[in-house]
């Protein structure tokens, strides 16, 4: 009898954040994970009731993860090692619930995931399928798996967890400095190695434009854009920067040194700092309580469903 594991990692495909799927087949067996299967040399690594993941099944998955394995140092690839072979463990656990609450996927609902994926990349997302997969309809099958273990989660966890406007606004009334919005300035700066430099161009500006200067004499990288540094709030820039918080709209610094050179600003424009309120982060506050609460719920959900389960894991391969 064949049990087909999958994990899935986020990867990016030419601006578009896709899911890359990777499918593995494992078979059952009673083997003790250490132990070696009797039609071949292939160990058991882990053993979840009476499946079982082998290296060999391992290796593939942790290839097609990881396909350029010499960048990654020793104690990270034990680190990767781990992580995996849980996310592996927690997948099969899902999907035994799965089953044993009679939760199911339809064709429907996997003929659109696969048209939704498909549509969000370009004509290379086939041939990557193909080549990792080697068949559209094994990565479908894979498909139907990732949303059978998304469906548990979501009937399981996610449809359990509230959160009431009351318990939002506590929270707000709690962390009210995090909403709110400091002073931010938009300037322009000019910066040259030498203050005689500085100095030709404290003369120049009554003559000639900030921008059209910066353009031609300073050193820093935003000279292009004519000294534009964008608008920044107290503490994002160097403690020198913070003289333009001083000035009014419109108004040239004195010439401010740093270890960095000569610097000349110019006050573009000026934001007053202001609270949010309670309205306007109601929606984010609410999801935020709901994101940890799901979070923790189902640790301690999948906590339970390890122990009601036989668990047996290779520790010297982790080890290795």
């Not at 104690?75 to 592996?88: G, T």
């Not at 000026?270 to 719920?297: C, P, S």
Request: charged share 40%; proline share 3%.
């Amino acid at each position: 009898m064949m049990w087909i594991c999958s994990v899935y990692i986020r990867k990016r495909m030419k601006g578009v954040v896709v899911v890359a799927l990777f499918l593995l087949v494992f078979t059952t067996g009673c083997e003790r994970a250490g132990e070696k299967k009797e039609t071949g040399e292939d160990r058991v690594i882990a053993k979840i009731g009476e499946k079982v993941i082998t290296e060999k099944d391992f290796e593939a998955m942790l290839h097609r993860t990881v396909p350029e394995r010499e960048r990654i140092t020793p104690p990270e690839l034990k680190e990767l090692k781990r992580n995996l072979l849980n996310q592996l463990i927690e997948e099969e656990l899902i999907l035994m619930e799965a089953q044993r609450r009679g939760i199911m996927v339809t064709d429907q609902e996997v003929e659109k995931e696969v048209k939704n994926f498909l549509e969000e990349g370009d004509e290379s997302v086939e041939a990557v399928i193909k080549e990792r997969y080697g068949s559209l309809d094994e990565w479908k099958k894979e498909i139907e798996r990732r949303l059978l273990i998304k469906k548990t989660i979501h009937q399981v966890i996610e449809m359990t967890i509230t959160v009431t406007d009351k318990e939002a606004r506590e929270y707000y009334n709690k962390n009210r400095k995090a909403y709110e919005i400091p002073q931010q300035v938009r300037a322009r700066m000019i910066v040259v190695p030498t203050e005689e430099e500085a100095r030709k161009i404290k003369g120049l500006l009554k003559k000639r434009s900030f921008e059209e200067i910066a353009k031609e004499y300073s050193i820093g990288p935003e000279a292009e854009k004519g000294g534009d540094l964008g608008f920044f709030g107290k503490g994002d820039m160097p403690p020198e920067f913070e003289v333009v918080f001083k000035l009014p709209k419109g108004a040239v610094s004195r010439i401010v040194k740093t270890p960095y050179g000569y610097h000349i600003f110019k006050v573009v424009e000026k934001k007053k700092g202001r609270k949010l309120r309670f309205q306007d982060v109601k929606g984010l506050i609410t999801e935020k309580i709901r994101r940890e609460r799901v979070e923790k719920k189902y640790h301690e959900w999948i906590l339970t469903l390890k122990k009601n389960i036989e668990i047996d894991v290779d520790r010297t391969f982790l080890a290795s």
